[in-house]
């Protein structure tokens, strides 16, 4: 590095391809820094590019979507990540050059979408956007660092204390659902509600999963395809009595299908979509809950299912099983639950749901599905739809023929 005695400024030469480069700095410092970059290039063997991390974020989002979030990110990621994009990061970071972007950039991304009232998750989901994009960055050689990692993300402590469904609640939701012949809606409500299954789960799940004392969760829906759970862990659940009789009552209205049938499929036999499970949220769940009290998602009715187990007396290990969360995240949802639980007054599940069905006289209604389902299955077989021929692996769910 040298200084030019006409114009004071300091100069760095190097070469590269064969020829003489060379960058002016007005301070000293600044010349400095940058020929020990050019050295340590040199020395870790690489080429120093004064056009590296030249292209703009919203530039370089179009190579990360093709080399890396196609080939590799699922489609609920992908869609999660294009929102928070276009909506959050774009406007804010999309013009800046990559190697313009400092962990102070990021850091002052992260505070500005906080004060605008962003929700945490969704700042953590575009820190996490965009230091995938950096570790692409440096992998492909266009900077040498990700700034994001430098930046603490926001906490993943809940706001707010989940709140279970009380079985009067569930209940009156599924006997509405009966009471409008939608049997699907009604067994779905029961099998998110006491069995713990999250609404992926359920859209999954193939009659060859359903046992003669066991759920087995293998996999969750993505989009129009599946793929593993949410954890990536597979599990077994222990349905209970009322609800493995819904299930027995749903196989039969549907004709006996075979164990790779959907339990819970489309009009046309397709596997529900997001937006099947949206427009079923939006159009079918949350008009007929608000009629019995119910403010909140679909999901949170797998919170009802925590809370039978605790209030049976279930450790968390065994609750954690159930659900499929771990222990520790299983103490900080139902932390409260846990508190309230009074050891001396122990109730089974199945106890409370036959009292709340008690209650609302579901048994009556539901008897009566089951009884014409029965008919149906009993026709000649010149005049029953034909079925694909199951012999389900549990016996708790054939639905015998009475002749008398």
């Not at 010349?31 to 020990?36: C, N, S």
């Not at 440096?138 to 430098?150: A, M």
Request: with cysteine; hydrophobic share 35%.
């Amino acid at each position: 590095m040298r200084r030019w005695a006409d114009t004071g400024k300091w100069e760095v030469r190097w070469r590269e391809h064969g020829r003489y480069r060379s960058r002016s700095f007005t301070r000293e410092a600044d010349g400095a820094r940058f020929e020990r970059e050019v050295e340590r290039t040199r020395e870790l063997g690489g080429v120093f590019d004064l056009g590296r991390g030249k292209e703009s974020l919203a530039e370089f989002v179009e190579v990360y979507w093709r080399r890396h979030a196609l080939p590799n990110l699922s489609d609920n990621t992908r869609a999660s990540y294009g929102r928070v994009w276009e909506k959050h990061v774009r406007p804010a970071l999309g013009g800046y050059r990559l190697r313009e972007v400092s962990p102070n950039v990021v850091d002052e991304l992260k505070g500005d979408l906080i004060a605008s009232g962003v929700g945490r998750p969704t700042v953590r989901r575009a820190l996490a956007l965009l230091s995938g994009m950096f570790s692409c960055a440096v992998k492909w050689d266009r900077l040498d660092r990700n700034p994001v990692r430098e930046v603490s993300l926001p906490s993943s402590e809940r706001s707010r204390y989940v709140r279970p469904l009380t079985l009067d609640q569930v209940e009156a939701l599924r006997a509405q659902r009966l009471a409008d012949d939608r049997q699907l809606d009604a067994t779905l409500i029961s099998v998110l509600a006491y069995s713990g299954l999250r609404p992926q789960e359920a859209r999954a799940l193939l009659w060859r999963d359903v046992g003669a004392r066991s759920l087995r969760v293998e996999r969750a829906a993505a989009g129009r395809t599946v793929k593993t759970t949410k954890t990536g862990k597979i599990r077994t659940v222990r349905p209970l009595a009322p609800l493995a009789a819904d299930l027995a009552a749903w196989w039969t209205a549907q004709g006996q299908p075979n164990g790779e049938a959907l339990v819970f499929p489309t009009q046309s036999g397709r596997l529900m979509a997001d937006t099947d499970c949206r427009n079923w949220r939006r159009r079918v769940y949350e008009p007929e809950a608000r009629k019995v009290g119910i403010h909140g998602r679909p999901y949170d009715l797998r919170h009802s299912f925590a809370s039978l187990l605790i209030y049976e007396g279930r450790p968390a290990v065994d609750v954690a099983a159930q659900i499929g969360n771990s222990t520790e995240t299983t103490l900080k949802t139902y932390v409260h639950v846990f508190e309230e639980f009074d050891p001396a007054h122990r109730v089974t599940a199945v106890e409370a749901i036959e009292a709340a069905r008690e209650e609302f006289d579901v048994r009556g209604e539901h008897a009566d599905a089951v009884e014409d389902a029965d008919a149906k299955a009993c026709k000649p077989a010149s005049t029953r739809k034909p079925t694909r021929g199951l012999e389900p692996r549990t016996p708790s769910l054939r639905v015998k023929c009475s002749t008398s």
